[in-house]
């Protein structure tokens, strides 16, 4: 892990310090501990900037000039917004203007094209055991710059159709659009105005089980789940960073090293920042469940074909990239898909 701090000081190299002749920020840092800064971070920096310095400064300027107008746009798209609106909208996300949700969706896109379009040994090494997310997002990359026409198109659009003038969110009604992944398992994805079905769940779903899985993924829309989700990510990134930072210098300074620190050299950074993510996924499942049986009740639908759905894909599901999120059981979904029809009768 010391070669992470390492790279730190490489890229803080390129900023050039004046004061008393010093090149660099690095070269201050190290004339000055020098002496006290613990064997580890000493030799993994002078290798990283004997080997690699020149290549993880060019590659830092490429991240920071890929990301800049990126993040510009989403300031000038939402800080007016949430200027006026925070903390009341933030707290309630349904609440949030399609304009807004479109705005993070595109965000979240960026974000796979960079990482997953071609995901490098870094990437999957750093996803460990969650390398399947990987893939997945780069099915759905794919999915994304493809201009074929399935042969299912018409008819999920014509589904879609069915609900989309009874959506919780009216101002988000106008952007769904449905595409269809060719991949060999069973699920279905929301990023906001985009939902994503497999080819394998049209193929073994009927038209009430399809007209469900779109009103459950409508909810998530609706709901703005998938600007939680990058909120909640952000969160736990930032936490990660803090606890593993202090971890680090202590084991620097000190030659301690805490079980977090040994968990994240086994695990990797990633599935420790995603893993408390997924957890959340419980509850964001259960309410788009019951949003959906709702939907599908304004449409004119019974909540029978969410439960079949339901039914069939945990029995014979294949699932590809979901180890990042924890989905709640069969049996729970159900039950709230059940309590929710209770309330409509009453």
Request: hydrophobic share 45%.
């Amino acid at each position: 892990m010391a070669r992470w701090i390492a790279i730190i000081l490489v890229v803080l190299g390129t900023t050039h310090v004046q004061a008393g002749g010093l090149e660099s920020f690095r070269d201050f840092l190290f004339s000055k501990f020098h002496r006290h800064i613990h064997p580890h971070l000493r030799k993994a920096y002078e290798k990283y900037e004997d080997v690699a310095g020149d290549f993880v400064r060019e590659r830092a300027d490429s991240t920071f000039e890929f990301w800049t107008p990126k993040l510009q746009r989403l300031w000038e798209n939402t800080h007016e917004y949430w200027a006026v609106k925070r903390p009341r909208s933030y707290n309630n996300l349904r609440n949030i203007p399609a304009p807004i949700k479109l705005a993070y969706e595109e965000l979240i896109i960026a974000i796979w094209q960079k990482l997953f379009l071609d995901p490098s040994e870094e990437v999957l090494e750093g996803m460990n055991s969650h390398a399947g997310a990987a893939y997945l997002a780069k099915d759905i990359v794919i999915t994304l710059n493809s201009y074929k026409f399935h042969a299912e198109q018409l008819r999920v659009d014509s589904l879609l159709l069915d609900l989309i003038p009874f959506a919780e969110d009216k101002s988000m009604a106008p952007c769904y659009e449905v595409h269809i992944m060719e991949v060999s398992f069973i699920n279905a994805f929301n990023l906001g105005c985009r939902i994503f079905v497999t080819e394998e769940l049209l193929q073994k779903m009927n038209d009430d089980e399809v007209r469900a899985t779109l009103a459950h993924e409508m909810s998530h829309g609706d709901a703005g789940h998938s600007i939680k989700s990058l909120f909640s990510l952000l969160g736990s990134g930032f936490k990660h960073a803090l606890r593993f930072s202090m971890d680090q210098n202590v084991w620097f300074w000190k030659g301690t090293k805490s079980d977090y620190l040994r968990q994240t050299e086994a695990e990797k950074h990633l599935p420790m920042i995603v893993e408390p993510v997924g957890k959340a996924a419980v509850n964001v499942e259960i309410e788009a469940d019951q949003m959906a049986v709702r939907l599908l009740h304004k449409a004119g639908f019974s909540a029978e074909g969410l439960k079949s759905f339901l039914m069939k894909a945990t029995a014979g599901r294949v699932v590809s990239g979901e180890v990042l999120r924890q989905y709640p059981s069969l049996e729970q979904r159900l039950e709230a898909i059940s309590m929710a029809e209770t309330q409509l009768i009453h």
